[in-house]
């Protein structure tokens, strides 16, 4: 099986912030810290991680980490 088990990031990362995202839409028109500092990102939350997530979470994670 040679087969790399999906991540919970790479599950969700076909996924666009939607418009009701109201956080990120609020930071983002005002220029808050959190929307310059951070990224706002999709990750799969079940378990076992599927191979594709379309109704994935949302998190502030630092720019450029992995």
């Known amino acids: 099986m040679d087969q790399e088990a999906p991540t919970i990031w790479s599950a969700a990362a076909h996924a666009r912030i ?6 990120y839409q609020i930071r983002k028109s005002l ?3 959190a929307y310059n500092g951070l ?3 999709p990750y799969c939350s079940t378990m076992p991680v599927q191979p594709r997530d379309d ?3 949302w998190l502030w994670k630092k720019k450029g980490t992995k």
């Open 18 to 23: 939607p418009d009701d995202a109201w956080e």
């Open 31 to 33: 220029n808050d810290a």
């Open 39 to 41: 990224d706002y990102v």
């Open 55 to 57: 109704n994935p979470k």
